[in-house]
């Protein structure tokens, strides 16, 4: 089975790369796709927007015009998507990781969980709508392993 | 214009008493929904659940169980809402307020975050898809007055 | 919060009533509804229609027009309902309950399971998709207990 | 025309062999899909998940990892499909069959169900919804052919 | 059970009539909606609009305004009723009412068919995505009777 | 039929007034919903929002907070309307009663559009997916009154 | 632009022909689909299932196995289209010509109608929903041209 | 990333040619659609159908026909893209853009408005829910460029 794969969550750490390359060894049909990883790429998404009118450099309206471009992205890939893994760190609100969880839900489109247990409690209400909650990079692997069956 | 009015989010401080008293106040005709705000009567709401033969009193079935029976809660008053308020502290996760969110971006149902400046930057994908933010109970009560005419 | 709950599942127990019952004692603010429960009567709910060119008393035809009669009224219902209480006992096949289930898992409508132990492992993809298994009618009490709050 | 087709149903006989078989004869344009067939394969699909915390080998939580994987594919491959094969066997429970064919229904995807004429009670209401009841492969194939066209 | 019925179909008999007749006299919880049975109150319900430029006082743009109009009327009752009653006469073209009926069986929203045998093979497309097939008013107020229990 | 109708459009005029006094003359059983006519107020609907730290009274942001305030109106009032009529005036843009126009031809919801015969041409796009053109307020009560039938 | 066009109607004279072989000529990137158009293979199309108990070679039933069996290929042809082009002819009832422009129209499908003027009147609910109403297949090929740009 | 563009809105400038040729410079992976941008083609895109019965040369019967030709073209670009640009300019009514914003918002496909910053206030409600507001082509151009990575 060919598969679209969203991965979502904290752009700390260098996860997806690791899943992408478990993935390929295991030789899996799969194509991955993401919001952007590089911080200051991603929250400077939308400074080149408007008319210069106001001083959006920083604050509520600068974020507002960036995570509204990324919304695009977001938006058009959990779309495309089979199946989303989003990733939860033990640092950073990763609001927008919970978030995506939620539109998940909605739409009833299949995700699964990355995350440590000691943030078990706080994430329940994400992992009761999940299809699996893994620990590691690797039980994310042997999920998409055995889903591309 | 009656409005129904799920309030989501923390449930460590008594913003939604405040919410709904100003709104009492301003004469709104407004019916408020909301999650269960007991924190041990919320985190238990599955022990009754089961067989017994595992024991979930604690750890993620234990947390589980509880929030697959709040969801049934929350899926079936987001459904019945005309918009949500979704209001986020300083303290603690809050990664449900955040599903609650997507969820109801999802369903392009309209909601207003409610929340301090100094969380603005780690809240933009939140608040990209909300139709208003809010720093105040009086704000909020305002909004859903200006909402009610 | 007032629930409009469907009930469905084997008609050979009164597990309905109990439900019903526990839910009247305990002074929920309820409307249930259910299929037809009379064997008999189900069954034969197609047999008055058509033009007798065939004889379908009995036979693949006589269960398609009954089938489709009733379906019209479990389809309406389970639109109308809030949560869906889904009942497998020991005995019978009881397909047209997992069939529900399935039903309201496409729809996102949220649904609690109520059987035994020992039928965990053949009900294993309908309890995967459902917010919460009873064993008991009163786990069942107590959860719409819960959720009327 | 080419379709894409899902087996769904008990995976104790052949049946699903001998269909693709009949229909590669025939050199028809089909692509299938299918639920894992390996028994064992499937009832361990969730053992690698989790934080290994609770023992959770045998019994409910064992079987909701693994059912709650499987449901991933079956999500992914049902909503892919323009048409689902549906085989009820003589044997075992197979609430799962009866719980994709409900999903089917409730999304308005045509399904065929495949069984012997002495279940033609219980199996009424996933017959009054399917498009065909067919009671050999050979039924399924000539279907499958004439659709092709 | 209280059910909302809309009547589709010929309006040169009185069919209507009885039906609702025949539900009053068993006393039945039903809200009946019909398109508008006056041949030539239906025709002209477009005459009074636009601007007078052209003369559509008949013809195709003459039909096409009071069709629009009265297409509001028939999308709106469609989508408030639980199930539509859709009458096939010996006489007419009667392509309004096949074309309720795809319009019904797209939405998943339950009809029956009401009409005698000497039509069942040109109506077997509409008949197929039928719940039910009557060849009389006594058999669909049975029907209902047997839905509003 | 009781209808809940929906009046889009220019606020610099009392055609509203005029709709509802003339339905209220012919004893029409209809409920009114329209967006917030002063336009000062909708103007200024989200000025009390946010935290101060940026100058927003004016220019592009300011408004894209009343926007947004007014739009959870409008999305409630249209969701929960059966028909809109939407009115275009000779003078402003009126871009918002055209924006209204595409939202209610996507979600399939009937509007009757009223206007006068020199805006013919801009308008056609908007009038192709209306289910009629009134010319004059008249044309509109006559047209409520026919369907409140 | 390319398009999928599906040809539903009449199947007694050669106008899906006529089409296709003038899409052709204008060398138009067309993909063109349609049901069955040999009579009797359509009508027989469900005769090969079943368990043989019913004596199905005639009457409802048999012609309720093919309808149904065809259904499959309508419902998959519809959903893969970008229009269809819906022809009604003089002769035959084509009941399943208008049902399958209602399914179009609740789908939000675009569809084209082929027919004379002299049956106008009678299709005037069904060319309201249409997006043209053609009168020859050279006007069917210049709007498939035209949209093909 | 691959990306479906549909460019809507004024076909008075060149700003199609534009925004194509700065998203080739960059080498992006991106498929535009567009309107037909030929303002007499565009116009005369209805007049040959139809049986001549009326005189339809000019006037609102003869922008109906053309606009829902035009129709057809639209609904299935917006439906195969995923994102729109909608352009504003300083000339024309431009409602059919307004309208095409409408549809998008309701359907939840992202969109970026392109205008000056004149038009802020009229186009309020426009850009309340688009994903961006560029003022010049440049500015598209790196949206694109930022979504394309």
Not at 18 to 31: F, R, T, V
Not at 63 to 76: F, L, Q, Y
Request: proline share 1%; aromatic share 8%.
């Amino acid at each position: 089975m060919k598969l679209n794969v969203y991965l979502s969550g904290e752009i700390h750490t260098d996860w997806r790369v690791q899943i992408i390359q478990g993935c390929q060894d295991a030789d899996l049909n799969i194509e991955f796709s993401s919001a952007i990883t590089d911080h200051e790429e991603s929250d400077s998404a939308g400074d080149m927007l408007g008319d210069g009118q106001l001083d959006e450099k920083q604050g509520f309206w600068r974020d507002h015009k960036s995570a509204k471009v990324n919304a695009i992205r977001t938006k058009t890939l959990i779309a495309a998507c089979d199946i989303a893994i989003i990733r939860f760190g033990d640092k950073y609100k990763q609001w927008n990781a919970a978030f995506d969880a939620g539109y998940c839900a909605a739409l009833n489109k299949p995700y699964i969980t990355l995350h440590s247990s000691d943030i078990i409690h706080p994430l329940k209400e994400v992992d009761a709508a999940a299809h699996a909650w893994a620990t590691s990079v690797d039980q994310v692997v042997a999920s998409l392993k055995y889903l591309c069956k």
